[in-house]
């Protein structure tokens, strides 16, 4: 009976066997981190929408193309994404233009791909980390079922020494062991959530930088053409 | 940008911490809820019955203290009469002498009446303080036997009803013990009769089986005769219904290991015959029963040519 009289969870967790607390201990590195990246990336996502919104209400409400582009290359530090990839484009488009005899394409595809490279980079900075989500969605189920296999085992193990088995004997193992399934799960759930949302939000903000890049290569070409 | 990033990093470690903290709390929360049911239950079923009862005697002995008082006030009333009795003899002298010595006599009456008034005075006050401490005597007398009185009721009271409680303890023992023995009679008796009813049944089960070993018995020994039968060259010069006895030592598979003549027939081909034919029907059809083929061990063949 003094078994049961104990089952609250820090005891069930302090009872544990060792691979079954190495292997809350992993889970609970794994849900801290996950949702470290989850409030990063939520932080970021945000401010990244937010700054392209600025920028494009800035850039097609007719600002002079000049005094923004010295405005970002100044300080390039507060700027968004879709400026500095602005800022790439229309930084090689001047260098180009001032070299005497080049053609409209090579002018044009020298920014083009002046500006993919800065749209690239700044894509996977801000996907850096949401692969570490999916990993921690998809195998934390697992590790966490395998604490509980581990501890079920012992429990079962310990039984069978014992000449008459009754269920108060197992019920404190499996309880022990089901909490590392608790763990995978609560750790596994966000991280889900939170990747498919991220996911969704970035694969928006990267066509929207892709469309901005075209409409702003169609501008330039029609300054060169002039 | 780094700056900024830094902040939001650690803004974002404090919360995920905070979220940890939040479902930690609460599951333990969630799990200790379920934890609040411990045992002790029998034993505060006893104590309540004694609080009870004990705070009930202290409200009755009060109401008797304000009645000294009412008593005390006839008693100074009737004291006061002696004081008439003195003033009333020097009335009575009053004579023809001089002036002088009336004066004289009157001055003297008068100191004499002063003083008689003084001592009389003096003597009442005394008597008022005498009467008037022996009020409070008695008052403080009264007051304690009342009191006394009260103590040695409640005493009483808190007495019966520790006795009463005793009783109704000594009481409900008794009743236990009672219904504990009554118990056990029951538990006795009905163990009793589940002993009888086991042994009944048992014995009952132990005659159907013997009822069913012994049809079995009988089917296979029929089984057995008609086998033999089956087998049986008669001899040709046979006449009559002659009975012919075998006894058989049977295997547990039906073999036969031993036929031994018990009671001849008379007609020695005869007899022959059947053991021949004993011995041709071998191995002998046998119960699966093994009770039932426990019976076949040794078997006594009896043959007759005709049924």
Redesign the interface.
């Known amino acids: 009976m003094e078994v049961s009289?104990?089952?609250?969870?820090?005891h069930l967790v302090l009872q544990a066997s060792i691979p079954v607390k190495f292997v809350m201990g992993i889970l609970?590195a794994a849900?801290?981190m996950s949702?470290?990246?989850?409030?990063?990336k939520?932080?970021?996502l945000k401010r990244a929408a937010k700054d392209t919104n600025r920028f494009e209400a800035e850039f097609w409400g007719g600002a002079d193309l000049n005094a923004v582009y010295h405005r970002v290359s100044d300080q390039?530090?507060?700027a968004g994404e879709l400026e500095r990839v602005f800022e790439a484009g229309f930084s090689e488009f001047l260098k180009l233009r001032r070299q005497s005899g080049a053609s409209v394409n090579v002018i044009m595809d020298g920014t083009r791909r002046a500006m993919r490279a800065a749209y690239q980079r700044e894509v996977d900075t801000l996907e850096s980390h949401l692969a570490f989500l999916a990993t921690v969605g998809s195998v934390s189920p697992y590790v966490g079922l395998f604490g509980t296999v581990w501890g079920i085992m012992l429990a079962f193990q310990s039984l069978a020494s014992v000449a008459q088995a009754t269920l108060a004997q197992v019920a404190p193992g499996i309880a022990e062991a089901l909490i590392a399934t608790a763990m995978g799960l609560?750790a596994a759930i966000p991280a889900v959530v939170a990747y498919n949302r991220y996911t969704h939000d970035l694969d928006r903000l990267s066509s929207r930088m892709e469309s901005f890049m075209e409409e702003f290569s169609n501008i330039l070409q029609r300054q060169v053409a002039k | 940008m780094s700056f900024a990033l830094q902040r939001n990093d650690l803004a974002a470690a404090v919360l995920a911490a905070g979220v940890h903290g939040f479902f930690l709390m609460l599951l333990v929360i969630g799990v200790s809820w379920q934890i609040h049911d411990p045992q002790p239950i029998m034993a505060e079923l006893w104590q309540a019955i004694p609080a009870q009862v004990k705070p009930l005697p202290p409200p009755e002995p009060p109401p008797p203290e304000p009645e000294p008082l009412p008593k005390a006030v006839p008693k100074p009333e009737m004291k006061a009469e002696p004081k008439a009795i003195p003033k009333a003899q020097p009335e009575s002298k009053t004579a023809d002498i001089a002036l002088e010595k009336k004066k004289q006599e009157e001055k003297k009456k008068q100191e004499e009446l002063a003083k008689q008034k003084q001592a009389l005075e003096l003597e009442k006050k005394k008597r008022q303080e005498i009467e008037k401490r022996r009020r409070e005597e008695d008052r403080l007398m009264e007051l304690e036997a009342e009191q006394e009185a009260a103590r040695i009721e409640a005493d009483k009271l808190k007495r019966e009803q520790e006795k009463k409680l005793a009783e109704q303890k000594r009481r409900e023992a008794l009743k236990r013990d009672e219904e504990e023995m009554e118990r056990r009679m029951m538990e006795e008796t009905l163990a009793l009769e589940a002993s009888q009813s086991k042994a009944r049944e048992a014995k009952a089960a132990a005659d159907r089986r013997a009822a069913e070993i012994g049809k079995i018995v009988d089917r296979y020994k029929a089984m057995i005769s008609d086998k033999v039968r089956g087998n049986a060259r008669l001899p040709e010069n046979l006449s009559g219904n002659p009975e012919v006895v075998y006894e058989v030592n049977v295997l547990p598979t039906g073999e036969i290991t031993k036929i031994k003549l018990v009671k001849s027939s008379g007609n020695a081909a005869y007899d022959t015959a059947i053991e021949k034919a004993i011995e041709k029907s071998s191995p002998l059809p046998m119960p699966t029963d093994r009770e039932a083929a426990a019976h076949f061990r040794e078997l006594e063949l009896k043959h007759k040519p005709k049924n």
């Open positions: 009289q104990n089952m609250s969870l820090l609970l849900s801290f949702w470290w990246y989850i409030f990063i939520l932080f970021a390039p530090e507060k609560f």
